[in-house]
């Protein structure tokens, strides 16, 4: 059983920043992805950021240059900086693993970020 605890979320105003952390536990194998979601009210769950175990990163254009996605391996944690937030930003953020090289999904269940003044 894979579980994945997704925390940092909140309320910040433009300009600001969070970062999210999620924490797996369970079954993860040693080969994985892990990867940050959001999904935007009215608008379809889009891929923000992922990162292999073996640190090779991957973004969406909107968050290069702003977001850093980071994991310890030690801890099964990724992590996602966020800086210079917009309130296009604001959406709930979803953690993924996907474990390889059988490919099984976990997702977490979502924390709310909000950006306004």
């Known amino acids: 059983q894979v579980q994945l605890v997704e925390s940092g979320g909140g309320l910040v105003q433009p300009g600001g920043s969070l970062k999210l952390s999620c924490a797996a536990s369970?079954?993860?194998?040693?080969?994985?992805?892990m990867a940050w979601h959001r999904q935007a009210p009215g608008k379809q769950r889009e891929l923000v950021a992922s990162?292999?175990?073996?640190?090779?990163?991957n973004y969406v254009d909107s968050a290069k240059g702003r977001f850093t996605i980071s994991r310890d391996n030690a801890k099964n944690t990724v992590y996602l900086q966020m800086n210079s937030l917009t309130p296009e930003d604001t959406a709930v953020y979803y953690c993924?693993?996907?474990?390889?090289?059988?490919?099984?999904?976990?997702w977490g269940q979502g924390t709310q970020v909000t950006v306004s003044s």
């Open positions: 993924k693993l996907v474990t390889l090289p059988i490919r099984r999904e976990y």
């Open positions: 369970g079954s993860i194998g040693n080969v994985n992805v």
């Open positions: 990162i292999g175990s073996g640190g090779i990163t």
